[in-house]
């Protein structure tokens, strides 16, 4: 793999129609130094595992322990898009609807505006890079892990 990659641990629970329905570790996964500060690990709660459902690698089958991967530089991408765009957007209708008109109410109107036409202008975005939206990919761990299927129960 030339690009780096973001990884998760997980257990291959089923292979559905050329998919393969994971069950991942909540925690998080130490790449980047935040560990247990990590997004991943907060929004999973107090749940022991998340379903991740991914596009099937060949070899691999129910009970392999994997590691679910997305490049590194497609995410960052993707979390400008997500999260910088809108807010920035927002930001700007506000300012937009003040500046034309200063009560509050047309304020909030701008400001809620610009946040939907971010939210549209993204989708579109997406549509027409691909990029911008990384898949994860499904990577078979070689060597044997002391991983038991009972640390990832997912009720």
Partial sequence: MSAPFIEHRGVVRRIEG????VA?????????????????GKMA???PATLLTVPLEAGVQVGDVVAVGLPAA????SALLGYLFPAIAMLLGAA??????????VTALGAMAGFLAALILARLAV???PRLM????????P?????????????
């Fill in 18 to 21: 050329g998919k393969a329905i």
């Fill in 143 to 155: 060597t044997a892990s002391p991983v038991s299927i009972q640390e990832f129960h997912h009720d």
């Fill in 127 to 129: 549509g027409l890079a």
């Fill in 45 to 47: 709660g107090d749940r």
């Fill in 74 to 77: 497609g995410l960052s991408a």
């Fill in 134 to 141: 990384p898949a994860p990919r499904l990577m078979p761990i």
């Fill in 96 to 105: 937009l609807a003040a500046a034309l008109d200063g009560r509050d109410g």
């Fill in 24 to 40: 991942m570790e909540t925690g998080g996964c130490s790449a980047c130094g935040h560990v247990s500060a990590c997004g991943v």
